[in-house]
């Protein structure tokens, strides 16, 4: 493994510096570098500090460890690989993700999933332990999302208005989630035994990565929400 040290280092010094380490890198002191990984369809990376926005953006493939907090859009466009986040994120991860995985141990800021999709055998997935912000899952068309609310201590695990604009995928809540209020074009409700089929696998791989007990987690009661059409927005376009 080839460790780089970061901090004396600006975006684009740092970003060759990787493509040039060979397949495993580890990076010290990093302290706001945007791009880390970008485009990577192999090797690994592993992060101490804090990266800075768009980190892993269009993904394909590497496997991305960050051992701290990262900033905004994490993931953003990624096609495949797995990034796992040993603390919180900013706001906007997984934004237009069409393949891939993103762990969360903490928590995530306003408009985690924005635009996710899928096809065929590429379905994204994004787990957050904790909470996320608001607007989560807006334009979701695609893939999964799980918020576990892991010490959400009382406080609602999603923020104000979301699944806004919804037209496909699937979000997984943990806990009664009555007091939250989606829009009209979805569908919430207690995830069957069925449902919860889909997440037995990222959820537990999540306990693993962050040394949790995944039957304890997956033993609690989810609320599903999917949007109750392929095409919600259909009357608002086509005349009748």
Partial sequence: ?????????????????????????????CAGQRFIGAGMSGGSIEIVGIPGNALGAYLNGAQ???????QDAVGDTMNGGRIVVRGSIGDAAGYAMRG?????????GYRAGIHMKEYRDKVPVIVIGGCAGSFLGEYQAGGMIVVLGLGADGRGI???????????????????????????????????????????????EFAALFGLDAAGLLASPYTVVTPDSANPYRRMYVEN
Wanted: glycine share 14%.
């Fill in 1 to 29: 493994m080839t460790t780089l040290y970061a901090k004396e280092l600006d975006h684009r010094a740092l970003n060759e510096a990787i493509r040039q380490a060979g397949d495993s890198v580890r990076i010290t002191g």
């Fill in 158 to 204: 999603v923020g104000d208005f979301p699944c806004t604009g919804m037209h496909g995928g699937r979000m997984f809540l943990r806990g009664d989630c009555r007091g939250i209020v989606f829009p009209p074009q979805v569908t919430a409700r207690e995830a069957s035994e069925q449902d919860l089929e889909a997440i037995r696998g990222p959820v537990g």
């Fill in 100 to 108: 891939g995985e993103i762990y969360v141990r903490d928590n995530a």
């Fill in 64 to 70: 991305i460890t960050v051992n701290g907090n990262a």
